[in-house]
């Protein structure tokens, strides 16, 4: 039966729960808007409820005389000209009025789905609040929204845990025992359960823009045999709730496969993968790692067609190839001296396996006696800034009982300089040489350093004032005095 309507003489109704949303009908939702206000705002649809003329347009339509008889009927004009609202309506957190003149001024806000702003007396809808658009004119309905959804969330019967990134601006959820993800869809503005995140496929959904999902107050929704919408459940955060203590774990069902090791937390279960395998239950297995590109012992991850290296303590680097893994020209140990290295030290024996431990020396600066006796060697924070291995931060493995007052070194024979560096200045200097206080300080000296020289007796001279640091292709560095064919002298 067909109802011919008579049009009501009303102002146009921009709060209509039919009015579509700014983003409807988009090929780009979320960023190229198809509705837009005068001024050039994105249009914001609402769902809450019915606006004040949609029921006064359902009661011209249908005759109800019995809405005049409602309390609070009155009608309460809006700045605007043209537009008013029931006065029950006012600061009850549904913004009536086309300029928000229902909903300012508040002193308090009416019943228990409205919420007030923070700085202004202002009040709005329960709904509105960490759904993305700012509704109070001092943004405090959208502060810290994120940090307040839970890490654990229940749905339609199903455990979700909230994964470390996020997605259109809202977390994004994970059900290891389903493979299903909770997300947000810019697409039409629901939140779905489904097998992709930021997909609007979905078994299960909701409609609402809301930043946590347990915040949604609206009924969510699951597709019925006729392909129509039918209310199925509620999320609820379980971040304070303990598991069922009668209910079987989820490790019992033995979900990781390959080896896996399973440990859960009574609602979800993690599988550490065995080497070679990936997937939340291990069920993949890659060839990448067969290659062994993980250096110094380091356990290869696959990742689907990447890998990643679990290093061991005392190495770091995307294959392990930084840290300890060249002891003896990092430390300047003959190749008498025999070494290994575990748990972040580095242990330096004599032949006769002798070892003295040194754990706590002040600062790095160059021992007086070469390395030929048996030390230890503590590596720490090496893993606190991924450097390149000259600049880690260990320390030196010697007492301050090895310096002198002055801090300069005596003579020590040639123990085996690394590559790009000169063995320390006193090696090529006689006992009554010395390197001025810049050269000896140095933690190291590389190629074309000059080193400045001084005689103890300051009635002396060196017989050349400076020597300087030559590395040679294939060589390892050593010092160059002119015309000084061993050791400098003083005369």
């Given amino acids: 039966m067909w109802v011919t309507y008579r049009p009501v003489d009303a102002p146009y109704d921009y709060v209509s729960v ?22 050039g705002t994105v249009f914001r ?14 009661c011209e339509l249908y005759g109800c005389d019995a809405c005049a008889q409602i309390p609070g009927t009155s009608a309460r004009k809006c700045d605007t000209p043209g537009y008013s609202t029931f006065e029950r309506r006012v600061c009850d957190g549904f913004q009536d009025c086309v300029d928000g003149a229902d909903e300012r001024d508040c002193k ?28 109070c004119n001092d943004g405090s309905d959208e502060r810290e929204c994120i940090a307040t959804c839970c890490n654990k969330l229940e749905l339609n019967g199903i455990v979700f845990s909230r994964m470390k990134h996020e997605l259109n601006g809202r977390p994004v959820y994970y059900s290891t025992s389903e493979d299903k993800y909770v997300s947000f869809s810019y697409e039409d503005s629901t939140w779905n359960l489904g097998p992709q995140p930021g997909n609007n496929v979905a078994d299960v959904l909701a409609i609402s823009g809301k930043i946590c999902p347990e915040q949604v107050e609206e009924p969510w929704y699951k597709w019925n045999q ?3 919408l039918k209310p199925c459940c509620y999320p609820k955060c379980l971040d304070n709730v303990a598991p069922p203590t009668m209910a079987k774990r989820p490790c019992a069902q033995d979900p990781c496969k390959n080896g896996g090791k399973c440990t859960d937390d009574g609602y979800e ?17 890659s060839s990448i790692c067969k290659t062994q590109p993980c250096l110094n012992g380091g356990k290869c991850i696959p990742k689907e067609d990447s890998y990643t290296c679990e290093c061991p303590l005392v190495y770091f680097g995307p294959n392990c190839e930084h840290g300890c893994e060249h002891p003896r020209e990092a430390f300047d140990a003959t190749d008498s001296v025999v070494y290994d290295c575990n748990d972040r030290v580095c242990r330096f024996r004599c032949p006769s396996g002798e070892l003295a431990s040194v754990r706590n020396p002040a600062r790095p600066i160059t021992p007086k006696r070469p390395v030929t006796e048996a030390f230890e060697v503590q590596a720490v924070n090496i893993f606190s800034n991924i450097a390149q291995p000259d600049d880690l931060d ?47 300080t140095r933690g190291k000296w590389t190629k074309n350093y000059s080193c400045k ?39």
Avoid at 269 to 285: D, L, S
Avoid at 400 to 428: A, F, H, L, M, Q
Wanted: one cysteine or more; charged letters at 35%.
């Fill in 453 to 491: 020289l001084e005689c103890k007796d300051r009635r002396k001279r060196p017989v050349v004032n400076e020597m300087k640091c030559r590395c040679r292709p294939g060589k390892l560095c050593s010092w160059l005095a002119k015309n000084v064919k061993r050791k400098v002298t003083c005369h």
């Fill in 394 to 440: 260990i320390v030196d493995g010697y007492d301050e009982d090895d310096y002198d007052e002055e801090g300069i070194t005596t003579p020590s024979p040639n123990t085996g300089s690394r590559v790009g560096k000169c063995p320390r200045p006193t090696n090529k200097l006689d006992d009554d040489v010395l390197p001025r206080n810049d050269c000896a």
């Fill in 269 to 285: 279960f993690t599988c550490e993968c065995q080497a070679g395998y990936y997937g939340t239950r291990c069920e993949h297995e």
């Fill in 226 to 228: 006729y392909g129509g």
């Fill in 108 to 135: 308090s806000c009416n019943g228990d789905k409205s919420w007030q702003c923070t700085d202004q007396p202002q009040c709005i809808r329960t709904e509105q609040r960490c759904d993305g658009w700012a509704d």
């Fill in 45 to 58: 649809a609402q769902r809450i409820k019915a606006s004040t003329e949609d029921i006064r347009q359902l």
């Fill in 18 to 39: 039919m009015h579509y949303d700014g983003f409807a009908f988009s090929d780009t939702p979320g960023k190229k808007p198809t509705i837009t206000s005068r001024d």
